[in-house]
């Protein structure tokens, strides 16, 4: 039993009269003690929440990331559930929410009742009807507030959802330009927009920094190009034969020491395209730790500052602070 309730059923219990200041008093420790309930639910509910935004952060990263159709499917399965485990999570709070009001305003209700059994009303003036009796208004005492301590916190958090987005945009569109660690140039060939379609073009070239495999890529400034590739030893077969884009991040093949051919020929491109092909040891990949973690806790961030904002506001309209 809260402090504040044995002090209500005293009053509801007494005769004489109390005083304005004690009222005033116990009807701040109501408000106070239910508003403190809520916040600790409201708490509790938005820490799970951003606990399993960055799990479904996490998964749709590992989802993407895979090519395996029984990962997959598992990936999937766990979004899915976390998804209604985020539903869930607001239904228990809005109807705990509401019930913490409902008790809120029944026991203000109740101290509205001992004030009104203790109030002494004056004798009626003769030949006045009882009904008709004049009824002094208590002057009504001001209510306190509670000093307002969340609102500080909000430029902190903008500040930190601001470094967060720039992380984000760093991490995505800046550092991450599928440019691998240890990237040995072998070969590098411009071809213009009137490329594309005509007879394909052949080169030999040597490698004479081994690598672990070959890694084609094609850059350009327009929105897509596609350029065909057939990579053979000399005098051998061709180890790779396929379409090479804009954003593949594709391997193939061990790029020892010696002559190679390389043939060419551009089937999409609508502006300037470079084709560069060199020599890697280890493709950076989503999945990999040192790309994925700080992705993640950006991406949380980014996801859960807003949605902590809009569910702030979201308690502050619809369950103001009662007027007594």
Not at 61 to 76: I, P, V
Not at 130 to 152: E, G, L, M, N, Y
Request: aromatic residues 10%; glycine residues 4%; contains cysteine.
């Amino acid at each position: 039993m809260e402090p504040f309730e044995i002090e209500l059923k005293k009053a509801l219990t007494r005769t004489d009269p109390m005083p304005a200041d004690e009222l005033a008093a116990l009807n701040d420790r109501i408000v106070r003690t239910f508003a403190r309930k809520q916040q600790s639910a409201f708490r509790l509910m938005s820490a799970y929440l951003v606990v399993l935004t960055i799990l479904i952060i996490a998964l749709l990263a590992l989802f993407m990331s895979t090519t395996d159709l029984k990962q997959c499917l598992h990936y999937g399965i766990l979004i899915l559930i976390l998804f209604e485990g985020t539903v869930l999570m607001k239904l228990w709070f809005w109807i705990l929410h509401s019930k913490i009001a409902t008790v809120r305003e029944i026991k203000l209700l109740q101290l509205a009742v001992a004030e009104l059994k203790t109030r002494t009303s004056p004798e009626p003036p003769p030949g006045t009807a009882p009904f008709f009796q004049a009824k002094p208004v208590p002057a009504s005492a001001p209510t306190p507030t509670a000093p307002s301590t969340h609102r500080s916190w909000w430029p902190i958090l903008g500040a930190i959802w601001l470094l967060a987005v720039a992380s984000l945009v760093y991490l995505v569109w800046v550092r991450n330009d599928h440019v691998p660690r240890n990237f040995a140039p072998y070969l590098e060939k411009t071809f213009s927009v009137e490329d594309v379609g005509k007879n394909e073009w052949q080169e030999t070239f040597e490698v004479k920094e081994p690598r672990r495999t070959f890694h084609p890529r094609v850059v350009t400034a327009g929105t897509s190009a596609r350029i065909w590739i057939s990579v053979a030893a000399e005098g051998h077969e061709p180890m790779f034969t396929m379409p090479v884009n804009k954003k593949s991040g594709i391997t193939f093949g061990e790029a020892t020491q010696g002559r190679y051919v390389i043939k060419a020929k551009v089937l999409e491109a609508n502006d300037d395209c470079t084709l560069r092909l060199g020599g890697v040891d280890k493709l950076r990949n989503w999945s990999s730790f040192e790309l994925l973690f700080p992705l993640l806790l950006s991406a949380a961030l980014v996801f859960a500052i807003p949605v902590l904002w809009l569910q702030d506001r979201w308690y502050r309209r619809f369950d103001p602070e009662p007027e007594t």
